[in-house]
């Protein structure tokens, strides 16, 4: 394939893979991912691993759906994760045909990418015991305002386990001091 320069001025979705339109000098061009990626790593100087793992995976097991979609990744991304990497190499090395040194490599590639540990479980505090003081001022204020607003709304957070505030304990103390006399 010849590597050449084309100007991109509008992107098709396929069902399973991505195909682009190019205008050229000679007219307009239609190139699928394979060879976008095939133009793009002609230019490159270095070698990619990946890349030739993916092309010799494709090759030996065609109908792989899991190769096939990593190598979608990879030409439209530009890169893979570390448990796709990992999932690349645990396939490769159970296929002959991938030379030994690209599994090195590829292992190596694997071990610098960084590891992303999951946060561990947040333990929660111990239920606060209930004072039952508050509980008993709340009872006798809504046994004689059954329709108190605030002191139903300061009970179902009571009911529910819910913290009450410093300034809601104040709030019970003086409705039960004002309204309990």
Known sequence: MICAFFIKYEKERKKNHSEYNFLSVDGEI???CYQIS???FCSMSEVNVILDILKSMLHLKPESDFIKSLYDQYCNRGGLSKK???GLH??????DGIPPGKLATLEAIIKKKPTRYKSEVIVQAPVQSKDEAIGQTLAAILAKYPQHKRILFLQSKYVNNDAITATEMSEIQKFGAL???
Do not use: H, V
């Open 179 to 181: 309204l309990l006399k």
């Open 38 to 40: 095939t133009l793009y």
């Open 30 to 32: 239609k190139i699928t």
């Open 90 to 95: 645990s396939k490769a090395s159970k296929t």
């Open 84 to 86: 796709q990497l990992e």
